[in-house]
């Protein structure tokens, strides 16, 4: 982790994602939540995708689409914070395994950090229900650092 991570602030976290991503991932009314590290020091964050109607699919059940775009919107905001600051980034890889439907709930990402390189990073998101805590999605991603 940089040595001026402990400077990068929640708020820092949060006007990233107020500046850098397209309008219609800002309509998906995302939040970050925490950009602590893991008791192991792994760097991240954790957002939430709160429960909208216009995200669902038939009965109620947020679709695939949606869970991608905020696994990956997620994993921009944990390497920023790895980072310490915004750096130009783009997904090289996204590997998404879908473990159960989540319906009518907030979803929440944590999402961590496994290597930050000069030209490439990884990292890896769980999707939770915010209602009852269980596993929705595994995410694995790549990233180019331009």
């Known amino acids: 982790m940089p040595t001026d991570a402990l400077n990068f602030t929640l708020d820092d976290a ?81 590997t998404t395994h879908f473990m159960r439907a989540v319906a009518s709930s907030d979803v929440l990402a944590d999402a961590r950090v496994v290597r930050l390189g000069r030209t490439m990073s990884f990292g890896r998101v769980t999707l939770t229900s915010a209602t009852d805590g269980k596993p929705v999605a595994m995410v694995s991603s790549a990233f180019a650092m331009l």
């Open 14 to 94: 949060r006007r990233i994602l107020d500046d850098v991503f397209a309008p219609w991932i800002k309509d998906l009314a995302l939040t970050v939540e925490d950009i602590a590290p893991t008791p192991q020091g792994e760097p991240g964050a954790i957002l939430r995708m709160p429960f909208s109607s216009r995200l669902c699919r038939d009965n109620g059940v947020v679709c695939g689409q949606a869970l991608m775009a905020f696994a990956d919107t997620a994993m921009v905001i944990a390497m920023v914070t790895a980072n310490s600051g915004y750096r130009p980034m783009t997904t090289v890889d996204q």
